[in-house]
């Protein structure tokens, strides 16, 4: 049974940071990409960063280029999202996205790239 669980989440100010996790179960963490997605009350699920299976390949949206960093350690299982300099506007549940792929240096921006989702965490910025 596959379970990506997300933690780091909560209430920060805006300019503040927050670090999300994401630990992996049940698959084999190194043959997936991974993605980190979320959704604020009203509106779509946004994509907002992904990474290869090699751990070196990242893409971002404008939105959060320059300010978010997507990581993940293949020997723990586990993704991260470093969140900098968070505005009002940031504030969403935060969801992690595993993506079967055959291609190391492959990262997917799209939902339906992706097989298995956590249950998110929610990120709230005062400003």
């Known amino acids: 049974q596959v379970q990506l669980v997300e933690s780091g989440g909560g209430l920060v100010q805006a300019g503040d940071s927050l670090r999300l996790s994401c630990a992996a179960s049940?698959?084999?963490?190194?043959?997936?990409?991974m993605g980190w997605f979320r959704q604020a009350p009203g509106k779509e699920r946004e994509f907002v960063a992904g990474?290869?299976?090699?751990?070196?390949?990242?893409y971002y949206p404008d939105s959060v280029k320059g300010r978010f960093t997507i990581s993940r350690d293949n020997a723990k299982s586990t993704a991260y999202l470093q969140m900098n300099t968070l505005r009002s506007e940031d504030t969403a549940v935060y969801y992690c996205?595993?993506?079967?792929?055959?291609?190391?240096?492959?990262?997917?921006?799209?939902?339906?790239?992706?097989?298995?989702w956590g249950r998110g965490t929610q990120v709230t910025v005062s400003s």
């Open positions: 049940g698959l084999i963490f190194s043959r997936y990409a």
């Open positions: 990474i290869s299976r090699s751990e070196d390949r990242t």
């Open positions: 996205a595993a993506a079967p792929t055959s291609y190391v240096y492959a990262y997917y921006y799209r939902r339906n790239d992706y097989d298995y």
